[in-house]
């Protein structure tokens, strides 16, 4: 492992070096009506980047384009060239254990691997970045993970004021940072140790089974109360990072057509229609029971960890300010008395 340390200038002056060999993604302030908005995209301007609060948007969007031509990934996006490996830059804890996540469904897992995912993933070198504080929805540590920092990245950024102390975990990436000075590994220790104690821990606590026992609550009648006002909209699960359902479209006539890949939502009311006109979650209530299902019982049932990293995002984009914690409480206090009555059929 390696420690280097450095100013904001002398950041800057490595990614604009880095820049020739390499495409950049960070977050972003982006104007996007009369609202500011943070997101990350592909940059040339470096004086671009900013890290002062988790990005609106995760970083799912560079590692699993929403819309993409097959084949042709990013082939709009005149900051990005596909013969370059991608630094991301500034990936906080939680996305990149949602990152974590969708390998494990793309790549990881033996059934399938969807290469065009691993193709992007195999591009990508993730450098993390070290939360200072937790924000207001937010709850990544109240599920088991750490915001200050993440094993899954193999590079890793403190800032602390103007210094960047940098952590270089595997060797293959020291001779990215050369250019810089070497930090002091005992400095770094004490810098998180303060972080650690001044965190602002979320007050939000969860005791549930995981995975989440489908044959005691899935018949329950919390299922109605959590998804009343919910609109069927799918923006929880496009703002989600580790969502990661998918559609294919196709444009053209019979001589000439492209075939893309968007993403799709399993909140979206025909999402599990089929052809036959039969839809097995018919109703609001089905489908959120699957999306709390889907992050807390299948997929720690079918992978390791949990779907969901407590990036709070979905409850930040809620048209309705529906809640998942408030929905994991009603689960907890469900499975702790087993007080609800469950549902007819
Ligand atoms: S964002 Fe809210 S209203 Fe829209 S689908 Fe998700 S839970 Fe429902
Ligand atoms: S379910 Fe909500 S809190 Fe959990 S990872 Fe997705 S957006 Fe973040």
Redesign the pocket.
Known sequence: MMIKKADQESILKLLNNLKNDYNIAAPVLLKKGKKEIVEYVFIDDLNDIYLDRQPDSSPKNIVFPQNSAIGKDYSGDKLYDPEKKTILWGVRSCDIEAIKTIDQVFIEDEMYTDQSYKANRDKTIIVGLSCEEREKNCFCDALGFNPIESDYAPIYLFIKEDQYYIKIKEKEYESLFSSLFDGDQTELNELLKLREKDFNSSEFEIDIPIPLPEKDIFEAEIWDEM?E?????????YYCPTCYCFNFFWDGNDHDSTRYKNWD?C?FTTYSAHASGHNPRDS?DK??RN?IMHKFSYHPFNYEGLGCVGCGR?IS????N?DIREALKLTEKYLQTKGGAKKDG
């Open positions: 998804s006002k919910c609109l069927s909209c799918g923006v929880c699960t939502s909140m609001k489908r959120y999306r979905c984009r809620c048209p309705v529906l």
